[in-house]
Nanobody
């Protein structure tokens, strides 16, 4: 099992910055992917950014150039640096981890951290 705990959310003004952190614990040695999703009220959960093996990253179009994902595997931690935040970035941000070596693959989710961007 893997447990994911997020931190760093909060209230910020339009154009501001926040840095989210997610610490993984438990059986983390074979995690392949870590990243972030978000869900706004009345909307489906959507991918924000993920980091896979060999440094591969994937970003949603709406955050390219504004958000940066990074990982510290020695600490089992993934970060999301968010800059130039907009009110439409307001959502609950969820940490995500995936093991691809298991059959079936295993997905893990954190409890979420609220990010609110005021206009």
């Amino acid at each position: 099992q893997v447990q994911l705990v997020e931190s760093g959310g909060g209230l910020v003004q339009d154009g501001g910055s926040l840095r989210l952190s997610c610490v993984a614990s438990g059986s983390i040695f074979d995690i392949n992917v870590m990243g972030w999703y978000r869900q706004a009220p009345g909307s489906q959960r959507e991918l924000v950014a993920v980091s896979g093996n060999f440094g591969r990253t994937q970003y949603a179009d709406f955050v390219k150039g504004r958000f940066t994902i990074s990982r510290d595997d020695a600490k089992g931690t993934v970060y999301l640096q968010m800059r130039t935040l907009k009110p439409e970035d307001t959502a609950v941000y969820y940490c995500y981890a995936k093991k691809e070596s298991t059959m079936p693959t295993q997905d893990y989710w954190g409890q979420g951290t609220q990010v609110t961007v005021s206009s």
